[in-house]
């Protein structure tokens, strides 16, 4: 009797064990129409955002494209980031997105969780201000109009 007790025991720690750290599958798209390059980090966190609390999944890609990640069920917050420096960490000036219904929460059997789709944005390249062509003649012109001003006052005086 103490053995089939034991036995029972075992058997249900041991599935009970398996259903808690069952894999499920999580795959969507990441999308960027940036110009920054660098490995795309597709990232799920626990907690109540991105960037908090543990790590347990993530995926690389090296392009704007699918990606795929075996992470075990919960509840979790699917980040991105383009890691620009390649130092395996987001920084402020690097492009970023989540996904749009955050959080989601993974079921125990197993299953295939796909359209989590990530936009990344923000830390785009912006454009420099510069003249044209004919600015700079217009600009060069009053340059020079102000030194002969000058010259001329400082004879004048």
Known sequence: MKKIILWSFISLSILSYSEAFALVSVSGNVTYSGSKTG?????????SGCGDMAVPGY????????????????????????????NHMQDSNEPEGSYQFNPINLPTD??????????????????????????????SLILAGSALWMIRRRQLS
Request: glycine letters at 8%.
């Open 110 to 139: 197993g299953a295939i969780v796909n359209n989590i789709n990530i936009t990344l944005n923000g830390s785009q390249d912006s454009a420099v201000p510069t003249l044209s062509e004919w600015g700079m003649i217009f600009m």
């Open 59 to 86: 995926a690389t890609i090296a392009n704007p494209g699918p990606y795929t990640m075996e992470i075990p069920t919960g509840t979790y917050y699917i980040c991105a980031y383009r890691d620009v420096n390649d």
């Open 39 to 47: 490995d795309i980090r597709v990232i799920a966190y626990e907690g």
